[in-house]
């Protein structure tokens, strides 16, 4: 018997040189094996074309063939596994990017810019303008005045402009919260035209993109610009999680990490049906993630920040490896089993198989990786009855003395996993509803969360400064965070929910977590891979927990922030 086996080994191993030889990515013949099909969003055409000149150059026998996403006749399709897609966030969004495989390269970062010479520059970068204050420039009829977003009282009417281009105003219209922009907006053709009309004019507003305003022998904002700080919570401060004007290097980390408003950045990805499997296609996406970035400015868009690009070319080294490694596996066990066929009688074939699937039945029951992902659901989340819930994610319950009890609700600590530290107020302290009342801390990463009233604090959770975890065992008993005087119930309450309303709310909620997951959630990460279960798409339970502090950053900006606007 063991004559026959080695003799068999011994074939087989022979056998595998002629099976290399048939080693090709799926989809392509003989003939084509340099060829590579792209299919692009549309206004992305110019930015293709640059960095198919310039791969030809020290590429010349890779062939790539590039159709437009709308032409429905290109017989192009992303469900090909030999198709490699180059489309902006808006196609992502119109299509089950669930499905897809997906990783950013570029981005398009739309920023209002004022003349440095503008007399209430200083008041401005101070404390930035308002999401609401721009919507009343741009947005509302009849003329507008500085005094209107600046608080300087002087009556000097602003003179607002854009690009007149449709992705600008596709990210006004979502940024604004409005339809159409006020026939007082003046449409420029492009965005040297409008840097020479800001420049020359002290009272002007204009958006325009990044790429366009940035000098980059010098790597900052080009001579007689400024940038105009956002405040996004429009509390009057520019607080630490929105302050990333201070340089270039600082703002562009800032818009990797969420802190920019989302609807004023479009990311670019790389999409195909699966993780990329053949060598043409990957080394192609490593020379756009190095050699290739510089050219991403010449075509209206920003290159992703150093810090981004590494980790990325890692991640398509390690799927090359781990899919050549597949490949050539499943070929070499296909051909043994065909020699084992042909050349083992069928009562030696009958007892090697039968020893096989025993071993392999024998290794299938040893590893259950059951219990270490759970579903975060609906039905995951406790909802007592008589208790108030506000956007924030907080709670609020009045006591029979009139004060009111506070804490953070259950969904919230899904999402972050086990809290180690909770930074709290001292009693005495005046807050305002929409004001950081606590921060939920996880080894050095942080969550600021707002208060659902005003008032004083009475008092706060001595157990829970003691014992974080409480917020994780026991978040509307022993895990309440201050015991508050509320200064104006009534009023605040009307806005807030109960039982059935909050349970229908959280639907909208657990829809715009899986947003999240999906835009914000760098899809290269190893740790992306769990947060939504295979069954049925569900996000895994404590799904922030192995993720680092930039990722807690953008959920602050855009999950938390976002629902206090």
């Given at each position: 018997m063991k004559k026959i086996v080695v003799l068999i080994s011994l074939v087989a191993f022979l056998s595998v040189s002629n099976i290399n030889s048939m080693n090709m990515p799926y989809g392509y013949a003989a003939g084509?094996?340099?060829?590579?099909?792209?299919?692009?969003?549309?206004?992305?055409?110019?930015?293709?074309?640059?960095?198919?000149?310039?791969?030809?150059?020290?590429?010349?026998?890779?062939?790539i063939h590039k159709a437009h996403i709308n032409d429905d006749g290109n017989g192009y399709d992303l469900g090909d596994e030999d198709v490699l897609g180059i489309v902006t966030e808006d196609y992502l969004r119109s299509v089950k990017r669930g499905s897809l495989w997906s990783m950013v390269v570029a981005r398009d970062v739309i920023v209002p810019v004022i003349s440095a010479d503008n007399p209430f520059r200083n008041a401005i970068i101070e404390t930035g303008i308002s999401p609401s204050r721009f919507a009343d420039v741009y947005t509302e009829p009849g003329k507008l005045t500085w005094a209107d977003i600046s608080d300087s009282g002087d009556a000097t009417t602003v003179n607002c402009y854009c690009l007149g281009d449709e992705p600008v105003r596709f990210c006004l219209s979502?940024?604004?919260?409005?339809?159409?922009?006020?026939?007082?907006?003046?449409?420029?053709?492009?965005?040297?035209?409008?840097?020479?009309?800001?420049?020359?004019?002290?009272?002007?507003?204009?958006?325009?993109?990044?790429?366009g305003i940035i000098d980059y022998e010098n790597h900052s904002v080009r001579e007689g610009l400024e940038i105009v700080p956002i405040d996004i919570n429009g509390n009057g401060t520019l607080e630490n999680n929105e302050n990333i004007y201070s340089c270039l290097n600082d703002f562009n980390r800032g818009?990797?990490?969420?802190?920019?408003?989302?609807?004023?950045?479009?990311?670019?990805?790389?999409?195909?049906?699966?993780?990329?499997?053949?060598?043409?296609?990957?080394?192609?996406?490593q020379w756009v993630l190095s050699g290739g970035q510089e050219y991403i400015s010449e075509a209206g868009f920003s290159e992703l920040i150093p810090g981004e690009k590494q980790p990325k070319i890692q991640a398509l080294n390690t799927e090359e490896i781990t899919v050549a490694e597949k490949k050539q596996q499943a070929v070499s066990t296909a051909r043994i089993f065909f020699i084992i066929a042909t050349v083992v009688v069928a009562g030696i074939l009958v007892y090697i198989i039968t020893r096989i699937v025993k071993a392999g039945t024998e290794k299938e029951q040893e590893v259950d990786f059951s219990g270490d992902l759970k579903a975060f659901n609906e039905e995951s989340v406790i909802i007592p009855g008589g208790v108030f819930f506000d956007r924030s994610h907080t709670w609020a319950f009045m006591e029979k003395d009139g004060n009111v009890r506070v804490g953070i609700d259950d969904f919230l600590q899904h999402v972050t996993g086990k809290v180690t530290n909770v930074k709290m107020k001292q009693p005495g302290a005046k807050i305002k509803k929409g004001e950081v009342i606590v921060s939920l801390v996880q080894h050095g990463k942080q969550l600021d969360i707002y208060s659902p009233v005003s008032g004083v604090i009475a008092e706060y959770n001595h157990d829970l400064a003691a014992n974080s975890s409480l917020l994780n065992t026991s978040p509307f008993l022993d895990g309440w965070v201050y015991i508050i005087e509320p200064a104006n119930w009534l009023k605040e309450t009307r806005k807030f929910f109960m039982a059935d309303n909050y349970r229908e709310w959280l639907k909208s909620e657990f829809a715009r977590l899986k947003d999240f997951i999906s835009s914000a959630v760098k899809t290269n990460d190893l740790n992306y891979s769990q947060i939504v279960l295979q069954d049925g798409g569900e996000v895994r339970d404590k799904l922030l927990e192995n993720f680092g502090p930039d990722v807690w950053e953008e959920f602050q900006r855009r999950y938390i922030d976002a629902a206090s606007v």
């Open positions: 084509d094996k340099d060829t590579l099909r792209v299919l692009i969003s549309p206004e992305l055409n110019g930015l293709l074309e640059k960095w198919i000149t310039e791969y030809n150059e020290d590429n010349p026998d890779v062939i979502e940024f604004l919260e409005a339809d159409n922009l006020s026939g007082n907006v003046t449409r420029v053709s492009s965005n040297e035209e409008m840097i020479e009309r800001i420049v020359n004019d002290k009272y002007s507003i204009g958006f325009c993109r990044l790429s818009v990797w990490i969420g802190k920019y408003p989302g609807s004023l950045c479009r990311n670019i990805h790389m999409v195909s049906s699966t993780s990329p499997d053949d060598e043409i296609g990957i080394a192609f996406m």
